[in-house]
């Protein structure tokens, strides 16, 4: 870390230097209070410009000190000290000025910001709220509601948005230290507005705070900090700004110590580390400038749409002119719903249509460098779909497979030149859901799985490398899932019961609305299969509901009644009448919604030990990835690895023992005993 001063004339420039991101460790802070103290005594300076070098502004506090004890000198007090320094500062911002950065921006008299710079306070996603003047500073400057919206979203702004918002002083286009000298020259002249803290929050309409903490809680459910967040910007407009800054720093360092906090910040690292495995450390991936898509329905549209958003051009593969035509419509659907949810413009959505060349001619592959299937998982058309790409394609194009249970090791047999087969495992709809598992076969190589993550960063995803199995990594867990929710449900659950425990627990959805919503036929097959290889998959009450086409939401029933036209899940008596049948004989019990949630989920965890143990996925945190980002587990439960260990591997294993003795669940797996011995997951590695 360094922080070097500069001068241009009566100018002085402090730049700060802290790579990868200038985040604010304790060795900047005293360097910044120190460039302060000396900056004040030299008589020849008028004003001083604070700038960063390397990607970015200052981008935050540093996350990685925050499971330690806070050292001083503290934020709160280093951007008093630029406050109330004896010359005018300028932040001049390119990148990011996130949280703390943007509370040392507002410490300054002035700011500046090249057009593409973004700003904002995103601590609530850390489990956390502003510790350094950010919820009362932001309110005095741009405004209870704007204040409200940045602060309890999270959400960055863009310059030209700050800019309307008064949150920087100017954009300025061209190099941005001349632009920010230039700047602080002028206003070295002039006399310096008040020091945010001395100014007063701008009065809100009667009700403003009672609404906005509707509409906050609505939005952050059992999310705490947005509502804390919000607690901390009311008190900024209803008390003095000492007051307030107490009160918001009480409250951050409570969160920052919080269960919730950790959850997030184990996320916020375990998302970085995915982009960047340690086994793939040094190795160069192939160019991606062009992909194909084979296969245009319900995944392979979502894919060419990702695809698309990356800017890459796409070729769609279909098996005849109309069902060019299908898979093209499909498409266009999706951007159409971009378009209508504001998301891009019509224009956009045009020039993305624009750069698809629909065809049934494989002719067009000649020179694709990434080809993706998505056609029927049937593996005799699967295989025949590989034959023709390995004739058609560059011997070093990638060649992947969506597949979601089939085995990539027999997909690819008859590939050419096999190394450059893997398995690319989308979630749907695939142009929005962030898993990305990547799935080397035998013979991949690592450049070509590297290029998978590399393909992932493209496309804005989260990969996680999986081994081969049934059902990799998150289908494997479903399937386990599924199986233990219906075991609760022979035993005294009812589906609206196991359900609700989960809603209650964080997930969007319990598990049988789930199977509602996606239709329980796939998993029949897939069940069906099992059977074929010699498998007994425990599905009594699912079996019976298939058998009699009950297959969920598009068929008016499934684990629930739907009345037409409204998704509305009731409680089914035939549903009821067979859940009855099946369990009789069966020891009953009742069943609170903690007991529920831990049956279900510590089973999950179970089975993702053996997962980890079988080096299917190579890290806890890999899994925790998968269930965040493919199936809707809350994110500040930190994932099911997490969760169970933050609430300890030994009483895991003694819930699950429990149940396991009167019939309920799976007992634990030997891995996760010795797991629980050493009370993390990642022994099972050494
Ligand atoms: N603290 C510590 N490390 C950080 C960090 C932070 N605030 N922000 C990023 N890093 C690390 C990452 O872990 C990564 O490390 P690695 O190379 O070892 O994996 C490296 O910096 C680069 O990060 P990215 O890969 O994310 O880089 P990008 O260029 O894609 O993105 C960014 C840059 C937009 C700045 C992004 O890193 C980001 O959003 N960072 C988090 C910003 C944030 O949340 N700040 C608020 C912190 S809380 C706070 O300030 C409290 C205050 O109010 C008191
Ligand atoms: P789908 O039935 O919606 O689409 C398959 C498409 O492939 C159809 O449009 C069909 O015309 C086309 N097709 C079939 N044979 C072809 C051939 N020989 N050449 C060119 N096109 C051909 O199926 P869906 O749901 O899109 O699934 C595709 C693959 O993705 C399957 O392997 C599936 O297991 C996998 N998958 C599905 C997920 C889902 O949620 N639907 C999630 C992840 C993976």
Not at 149 to 163: E, H, I, N
Not at 200 to 208: D, K, M, S, T
């Amino acid at each position: 870390m360094t922080v070097t001063i500069g001068r241009e004339n009566a100018i002085a420039v402090v730049t700060v230097e802290n790579p990868p991101v200038n985040a604010l460790s304790q060795a900047l802070r005293q360097a910044l209070v120190n460039a302060v103290a000396e900056l004040d005594a030299d008589a020849a300076v008028k004003a001083v410009v604070l700038i960063c070098a390397g990607r970015t502004f200052i981008a935050g506090a540093d996350v990685s000190e925050f499971g330690k004890p806070p050292q001083p000198p503290h934020l709160p007090d280093v951007v008093a000290s630029i406050e109330s320094a004896k010359k005018p500062w300028v932040a001049a911002i390119h990148g990011s000025a996130l949280g703390g950065g943007l509370e040392v921006a507002l410490g300054c008299a002035w700011r500046v910001a090249v057009p593409s710079a973004s700003l904002g306070l995103p601590e609530v996603k850390l489990g956390i709220i502003p510790g350094a003047g950010g919820t009362i500073r932001l309110p005095r400057l741009i405004g209870p509601a704007a204040a409200v919206d940045l602060v309890t979203s999270g959400s960055p702004v863009s310059a030209k948005k700050a800019r309307e918002l008064g949150l920087v002083d100017a954009v300025l286009e061209g190099d941005l230290r001349t632009g920010a000298i230039a700047f602080a020259i002028d206003v070295a002249e002039k006399s310096s507005p008040p020091p945010i803290s001395d100014r007063v929050v701008p009065a809100v309409e009667a009700g403003f705070w009672e609404s906005a903490e509707k509409a906050v809680a609505a939005k952050a459910k059992r999310e705490v900090a947005p509502l804390r967040a919000l607690a901390a910007l009311r008190k900024a407009s209803e008390t003095d700004f000492a007051s307030a800054m107490e009160f918001e720093r009480e409250t951050f360092l409570e969160l920052r110590g919080s269960a919730q906090a950790a959850a997030l910040r184990h996320v916020f690292f375990a998302e970085r580390a995915a982009l960047r495995p340690p086994e793939l450390a040094g190795i160069t991936p192939r160019d991606i400038r062009s992909a194909a898509v084979i296969g245009g329905g319900t995944m392979g549209a979502g894919i060419v749409a990702a695809l698309r958003d990356a800017g890459l051009p796409v070729v769609l593969i279909e098996r005849d002119e109309v069902a060019v035509e299908r898979g093209l419509v499909n498409v266009r659907a999706i951007f159409a719903g971009s378009v209508k949810r504001g998301r891009i413009t019509q224009s956009v959505a045009d020039e993305r249509m624009a750069g698809i060349i629909g065809g049934d001619d494989y002719g067009l592959l000649g020179d694709t460098d990434l080809v993706i299937e998505a056609v029927f998982e049937d593996l005799a058309v699967k295989r025949a779909v590989f034959e023709t790409l390995s004739s058609v394609c560059r011997a070093d194009a990638v060649l992947a497979t969506n597949t979601s249970y089939l085995d990539p090791g027999a997909i690819s047999e008859g590939v050419s030149y096999p190394e450059r087969f893997l398995g690319l495992h989308f979630f749907s709809p695939a142009q929005i859901m962030k898993l990305l598992e990547i799935v080397p076969a035998e013979r991949t190589a690592p450049d070509v799985l590297a290029t998978g993550f590399a393909l992932a960063r493209l496309l804005g995803k989260i990969p996680v490398r999986a081994g081969i199995c049934d059902g990799f990594i998150g289908n494997r867990i479903l399937k386990v899932t599924r199986a233990q929710a219906e075991r609760l449900l022979l035993s005294g659950a009812t589906p609206s019961t196991v359900d609700a425990a989960m809603r209650v627990f964080g997930l969007p959805m319990g598990p049988f609305e789930a199977q509602d919503l996606g239709g329980l036929d796939i998993a029949a097959f897939q069940r069906k299969a099992a059977r074929e290889r010699g498998e007994t998959p425990f599905a009594p009450v699912a079996d019976r509901l298939c058998a009699i086409e009950r297959f969920g939401q598009k068929t008016g029933g499934g684990w629930y009644d739907y009345q037409s036209g409204d998704r509305a899940p009731k409680p089914s008596e035939t549903v009821a009448k067979i859940i009855a049948e099946e369990a009789a004989g069966r020891p009953q019990r009742v069943w609170d919604d903690a007991a529920i949630a831990d049956a279900v989920l510590l089973s999950m965890v179970n089975e993702a030990t053996r997962i980890l143990e079988e080096r299917v996925a190579l890290r806890a945190a890999d899994i925790d990835l998968v269930k965040i980002h493919g199936y809707g587990f809350p994110r500040w439960r930190g994932g099911p690895m997490h969760y169970a260990e933050a609430r300890s591997l030994a009483e895991v294993v003694a819930v699950l023992e429990g149940l396991a003795a009167d019939g309920l669940a799976e007992p634990p797996c030997e891995a996760l005993r010795r797991a629980a011995q050493a009370g993390r997951f990642s022994a099972l590695a050494e």
